[in-house]
């Protein structure tokens, strides 16, 4: 079966090793189905029916003072395995060290961009991770305007009344590619608008592109009956040029198994030409990231 499949680039994945470093967020009690290490060999377990040929770690959440830990540790793995193929790492735009901690990032060649988990809502204070929108604040932007400087993407994850401000700062810097992450999050109990809204405004922006993951977020019981249109109107509006598939594992887990996360996936292509196919599994992270894997 894996055979006929076409490579796979895996766009958004974590790793983490509860010996080597710390995260805190894998002790709430309704993240224990995926609190254990998980380590490159248990990944490779799992993808072993996909046709695995790369995959790029986004920043696993591991405590803020470990965010250059987390590179060097990957650094370390990567040497010994192949895998991460590239690494988008914790940096927050709006730390007074930024440009030199982007630097030390840009300056390990696996580091392809940076994410800073900016979650805020501002009709939901259970969902703010800052008491304002980061985006809207002067001196995140100013960190944001540095990644262009350092050759540094932004992995977006917030949640969809952000996109507005998020896409006033990416449209001032063409030069910084911006991936919104997990289908840009859209949650229906919150209506599509802002959604929407953010989604035409950042397919409007040839830097941007963004991953289909994530899709509990849509459908806590990942029904793709559900989240399909979700995934129609996304490469519709972006194209299968800007769009990546990506597991998301092992956190994704907590809303269905590798398998059957990617098995929704791959029925909801079936569509397309095999062309766009091995576009939308490997060939446009591995453009997007910077890879340089021979697809």
Request: glycine content about 8%; hydrophobic content about 45%.
């Amino acid at each position: 079966m894996s055979a006929k499949r076409p490579p796979f680039v895996d766009a958004h994945v974590h790793l983490w090793d509860r010996d080597v470093l710390r995260y805190p967020w894998l002790d709430a009690p309704e993240n224990a189905a995926i609190a254990g290490t998980y380590r490159v060999a248990d990944y490779r377990a799992e993808l072993a029916a996909w046709n695995l040929v790369g995959a790029v770690h986004v920043d696993a959440g591991a405590d803020p003072a470990q965010g250059a830990d987390e590179t060097v540790w990957l650094n370390r793995v990567a040497d010994a395995d192949g895998l991460p193929s590239g690494i988008v790492a914790r940096v927050e735009l709006d730390h007074p060290a930024v440009e030199p901690r982007l630097a030390w990032q840009a300056a390990h060649v696996r580091v392809k961009g940076v994410r800073h988990l900016i979650n805020w809502h501002p009709r939901d204070a259970s969902r703010r991770a800052y008491p304002h929108d980061p985006t809207r604040d002067p001196r995140w932007q100013a960190g944001y305007a540095l990644l262009g400087r350092y050759g540094l993407s932004y992995d977006f994850h917030g949640f969809p009344p952000q996109l507005a401000g998020l896409a006033e700062v990416a449209v001032r810097h063409p030069e910084v590619p911006v991936i919104l992450n997990h289908l840009a999050l859209p949650i229906p109990a919150d209506g599509w608008e802002e959604w929407r809204a953010g989604l035409i405004a950042f397919a409007a922006m040839p830097q941007a592109a963004i991953k289909l993951s994530g899709a509990g977020f849509i459908a806590p019981r990942f029904d793709p009956a559900i989240f399909g249109d979700v995934v129609a109107e996304v490469i519709e509006r972006f194209g299968t040029d800007r769009v990546m598939v990506a597991t998301n594992f092992p956190t994704d887990r907590l809303a269905a198994e590798l398998d059957r996360t990617l098995g929704a996936y791959e029925t909801l292509l079936t569509g397309f030409s095999d062309d766009e196919r091995r576009d939308l599994w490997g060939r446009n992270a591995n453009r997007i990231y910077r890879l340089g894997l021979d697809l």
